[in-house]
């Protein structure tokens, strides 16, 4: 009986979930099964994920707000989108597309347009920020009255804050709870962030991407990561929402200097050296402020600097470029309706930098050329002639 017992169980896989098959009788067929079987488990993750979050408010009506609209209610949530200008959030429902800043994609029937402060989070069981860095404040302070006790809340934002240094996220709490915040309420915060490698028009286009579900709460990571998670987007989760907040923000800023590379054509050795460096020093700074150094190896590091400083369709890229091709900062700017965020950023990194004191030889380059009108080519010289040292 003990032989045919261990005979049994060495002729039978476990694929987890409880399901066990039989290979004990004819192999090939059988294996054929598992095999199929597994495939098709792999292949129907994404729509086995529970969302908890059913009635989701978005306030933000840019870029990412919009993509974001899209991709829950094509998953049957239900989503009320709020502008914080009622009269472009006006246009936007009745062109039935956003025009200003997601041009060319049709706006599901099912998403709901609300301007009143009072009504866009009633009955809401998740919030999502979508507001650029340095309006979050201002837009928190309005509607803060009306934010529902409890509801998580997950940001888009990617920036620090020009003159507190603080984090989208570290924003929202003092807004919603002010400084003097006990240790305890910090923890019963219910705040997340959203970010990665996400253009968002190639969103749009549902081709695939990938970004990361960040909270202290790991509970929360996950249930932000199922919700947003669909065939097209593939969401991994993280509880270093310190690094994933720092990395969003200065990659913004790596991405203007090589928008000015490309601007001024020095090459693709001059951009891979780019992006090796800066991510170096967007580590240090990382690891200063407390995060942990592998976040800024995987998808809200690496994979968001990788995506800014390539894409044609990146602002600050872009942005750079203009500048690297002769135009002025205010010029370069104007020449866009979206938000430039490493233009603000740069400002509180190199005072980021400053209060921990850290090395930011490339962010610091980038300062200079947008507020100090150091000349392009000055910077760039200035920045190869530095004291040799070990990578």
Not at 82 to 91: I, K, N, P, V
Request: net charge neutral.
């Amino acid at each position: 009986m003990k032989l045919y017992r261990k005979i049994q169980k060495q002729n039978s896989v476990d694929l987890g979930a409880n399901i066990r098959i039989d290979i004990s009788s004819n192999g090939c067929s059988n294996a054929h099964t598992m095999k199929r079987e597994s495939n098709k488990s792999r292949n129907t993750t994404h729509e086995l994920l529970v969302t908890r979050f059913r009635n989701i408010s978005v306030i933000g009506d840019g870029a990412m707000a919009t993509v974001m609209a899209i991709l829950l209610c094509e998953k049957d949530i239900s989503v009320r989108m709020w502008g914080y200008d009622r009269e472009q959030l006006e246009q936007i429902e009745l062109a039935g597309e956003n025009i200003k800043f997601l041009t060319g994609y049709r706006l599901p029937k099912n998403l709901v347009f609300e301007p009143d402060d009072d009504r866009i989070m009633a009955d809401a069981d998740l919030i999502v920020s979508a507001v650029p860095c340095q309006f979050v404040r201002q837009v928190f302070e309005r509607l803060k009255a009306y934010v529902p006790e409890g509801v998580p809340i997950v940001s888009t934002a990617k920036g620090i804050e020009n003159d507190t240094l603080l984090r989208p996220t570290q924003i929202l709490t003092t807004v919603l709870w002010g400084n003097q915040a006990t240790v305890d309420e910090q923890r019963a915060m219910r705040f997340a962030v959203l970010s990665g490698p996400t253009i968002a028009d190639e969103l749009a286009r549902k081709l695939p991407a990938t970004a990361c579900a960040a909270a202290a709460d790991e509970q929360l990571a996950k249930d932000v990561q199922s919700t947003f998670n669909c065939s097209w987007l593939r969401v991994y989760t993280n509880t270093d929402v310190v690094g994933v907040e720092l990395a969003a923000a200065c990659k913004n800023i790596i991405a203007i200097a090589a928008g000015i590379i490309d601007g001024i054509g020095a090459g693709d050795n001059a951009k891979a050296a780019l992006l090796c460096r800066g991510l170096a020093e967007i580590t240090r700074l990382g690891i200063a402020c407390g995060a942990r150094p592998q976040t800024f190896a995987g998808l809200t590091g690496l994979g968001d600097l990788v995506t800014t400083c390539i894409s044609p369709k990146g602002r600050n890229r872009s942005f750079g470029e203009r500048i690297g091709k002769g135009q002025n900062v205010e010029a370069a700017q104007r020449a866009t309706e979206s938000v430039i965020e490493g233009f603000a950023t740069c400002k509180s990194v190199i005072t980021l930098a400053e209060k921990y004191c850290v090395e930011m030889p490339i962010t610091q380059a980038v300062y200079e050329v947008l507020f100090e009108d150091k000349p392009v080519q000055t910077a760039i010289t200035d920045l190869m002639k530095r004291r040799l040292k070990a990578e």
